[in-house]
């Protein structure tokens, strides 16, 4: 198997099922006792979170760079980022290294292409939603994204980095992605993109009324296939 390196703690709670969704499926693969052969660097994400300015973003990129160079030289031979919002600076990071970063939006787009998804719903924080480093990679793949919902991010934004990113898992906040969900279903689009790590927390991806492309769970199965491969 090949070794995969983990930047993580962009929060621990999704780099947590970053580990256990990526053991369970070579687990599966392999059986008997086989487990995945993994390097984590796991940052502290007071650092990095809620980034705001170019600045941030500068210091941002800076950390998550180290933290690449330090699992390349370790013996990872490709890379996760385990966290959306942090592929703003993958270019940067990508070219400071030798070894491949798997990009979440990459993975997502080619499955939705694979599976001839045209319209969909993007979800996640604010800047996920709004900016164009993440749309375009999915629009590259022939996916029409709904306008962001200013009013939406915000509330994410919050349910995010006051609750998930802290493992809190409230019911008023499953409740209100349920509801949220449920709207979006009623527009003209084939399938919500659920753009955020610690979404997963509090929606059902399998049991909603539109397909649920969780980029988590495709991103956490890409690097499978890389370990498998």
């Known amino acids: 198997m090949h070794k995969l390196g983990l930047i993580g703690g962009l929060s621990w709670t999704s780099t947590a099922r970053y580990y256990e969704i990526i053991n369970k499926a070579v687990h599966r693969a392999k059986g008997g006792q086989h487990s995945a052969p993994l390097l984590i660097e796991s940052l502290d994400f007071a650092t990095v979170a809620g980034c705001a300015t170019e600045e941030d973003w500068d210091i941002a990129a800076v950390q998550l760079i180290d933290a690449a ?27 400071a290294v030798d070894i491949p970063i798997l990009h979440i939006a990459e993975v997502v787009g080619r499955k939705m292409q694979a599976e001839g998804v045209e319209k969909a719903a993007l979800i996640g924080t604010r ?11 999915l629009v590259a793949h022939g996916v029409s994204l709904l306008p962001a919902d200013m009013e939406l991010a915000e509330r ?74």
């Open 69 to 95: 160079r330090r699992l390349e030289g370790a013996g990872a031979e490709a890379l996760l980022i385990c966290a959306n919002s942090m592929y703003r600076v993958y270019d940067r990071v990508q070219g």
């Open 127 to 137: 800047n996920v939603m709004t900016e164009k480093f993440y749309r375009q990679r």
């Open 156 to 229: 994410i934004d919050r349910i995010v980095y006051d609750e998930l990113t802290v493992g809190k898992v409230s019911r008023d906040s499953e409740r209100y992605m349920k509801s949220e969900l449920t709207d979006i279903a009623k527009q003209d689009v084939q399938a919500v993109v659920l753009a955020c790590t610690e979404l997963e927390l509090i929606v059902d991806v399998k049991a909603n009324v539109l397909p649920i492309y969780d980029c988590t769970g495709i991103h956490a199965n890409a690097g499978v296939e890389f370990i498998l491969g």
